[in-house]
């Protein structure tokens, strides 16, 4: 039984930092693409952030890009969210997925083939 389970969030006020991770167990993870989304109240889940099995591409939504940083941790199983900067606007709860990239070759922003995901961490972020 494939498990991701998140670690981190919690609440910070407007320009600090926080750090997600999300370790993942009872797999292989072996060209397992990792990323994060978001949801916040009332609204659907966004995309984040998200890395390559090689750790090489990463991807960011516009609305984070240079604030937040994805990285990860093959020998672990283990990827993580730098969030630095932080606004009242990133409040929302953020969830870890992962998913096979074999055969995709297209930007990760776009890809829908997340199969696995975390249970999701508060991040509250106040002005």
């Known amino acids: 039984q494939v498990q991701l389970v998140q670690s981190g969030g919690g609440s910070v006020q407007a320009g600090g930092s926080l750090r997600l991770s999300c370790a993942a167990s009872g797999g292989t993870f072996w060209h397992y693409a990792m990323a994060w989304f978001r949801q916040a109240p009332g609204k659907e889940r966004d995309f984040v952030a998200a890395i390559r099995w090689s750790g090489d591409n990463t991807y960011y939504a516009d609305s984070v890009k240079g604030r937040f940083t994805i990285s990860r941790d093959n020998a672990k199983n283990t990827v993580y969210l730098q969030m630095n900067s932080l606004k009242p606007e990133d409040t929302a709860v953020y969830y870890c997925?992962?998913?096979?990239?074999?055969?995709?070759?297209?930007?990760?922003?776009?890809?829908?083939?997340?199969?696995?995901w975390g249970q999701g961490t508060q991040v509250t972020v106040s002005s």
């Open positions: 997925a992962a998913g096979d990239e074999r055969g995709y070759s297209g930007s990760m922003r776009e890809y829908a083939g997340y199969d696995y």
